[in-house]
């Protein structure tokens, strides 16, 4: 974060602070997405997104025709999603029901869910879940992040191996 843009804000220069913040990356080109931005794709992003923030618990991805909240940008120049904001993961205490009326990618996951399979989003799991511990090892001291904490998290995310997991949103 540059000095200058914090100098003459004391909320955002004591909250923010100025260099290097945590996953901050400029993207040229990025649009919000929009709900006719959504219905114009292929759908196979919402649809994925709505399995991965249900595996996460991330009830922060909403959208409708009366707009929303997506956390998901998209670049046309080069047909490019770029997902953001996974700061409420995690949140065992979300409702399926709930967090389907609301997700952006509930109508896309309805219509194309017989196109996926169970092993290709396990698949994709692993991908992450094979390297939990050095992504555990990585985090800052600062967060001061419990191993009870931790060990929810790894429970949660291995839940996507579980029937139960897939009887809800199959």
């Given at each position: 974060?540059?000095?200058?843009?914090?100098?003459?804000?004391?909320?955002?220069?004591?909250?923010?602070?100025?260099?290097?913040?945590?996953?901050?990356?400029?993207?040229?080109?990025?649009?919000?997405?929009?709900?006719?931005?959504?219905?114009?794709?292929?759908?196979?992003?919402?649809?994925?997104?709505?399995?991965?923030?249900?595996?996460?618990?991330?009830?922060?991805?909403?959208?409708?025709?009366?707009?929303?909240?997506?956390?998901?940008?998209?670049?046309?120049?080069?047909?490019?999603?770029?997902?953001?904001?996974?700061?409420?993961?995690?949140?065992?205490?979300?409702?399926?029901?709930?967090?389907?009326?609301?997700?952006?990618?509930?109508?896309?996951?309805?219509?194309?869910?017989?196109?996926?399979?169970?092993?290709?989003?396990?698949?994709?799991?692993?991908?992450?879940?094979d390297k939990i511990d050095e992504i555990f090892?990585?985090?800052?001291?600062?967060?001061?992040?419990?191993?009870?904490?931790?060990?929810?998290?790894?429970?949660?995310?291995?839940?996507?191996?579980?029937?139960?997991?897939?009887?809800?949103?199959?």
């Amino acid at each position: 974060m540059d000095e200058g843009l914090v100098r003459y804000n004391d909320e955002a220069s004591s909250t923010l602070g100025h260099g290097e913040l945590f996953a901050t990356k400029y993207i040229e080109g990025l649009q919000e997405v929009t709900y006719q931005t959504l219905e114009a794709s292929d759908g196979a992003i919402a649809a994925s997104l709505f399995v991965f923030d249900w595996w996460i618990r991330n009830d922060d991805r909403n959208l409708s025709q009366k707009g929303g909240n997506p956390n998901l940008f998209y670049q046309p120049a080069n047909k490019n999603f770029f997902v953001i904001d996974h700061n409420l993961a995690f949140d065992q205490s979300i409702d399926f029901n709930e967090f389907k009326a609301n997700h952006l990618g509930r109508t896309s996951w309805e219509q194309k869910r017989n196109l996926f399979t169970r092993d290709e989003f396990e698949r994709r799991a692993h991908l992450g879940l094979d390297k939990i511990d050095e992504i555990f090892a990585q985090l800052p001291d600062e967060w001061a992040i419990t191993d009870d904490f931790l060990e929810e998290v790894r429970l949660l995310l291995t839940s996507i191996e579980e029937d139960a997991f897939w009887e809800g949103i199959l």
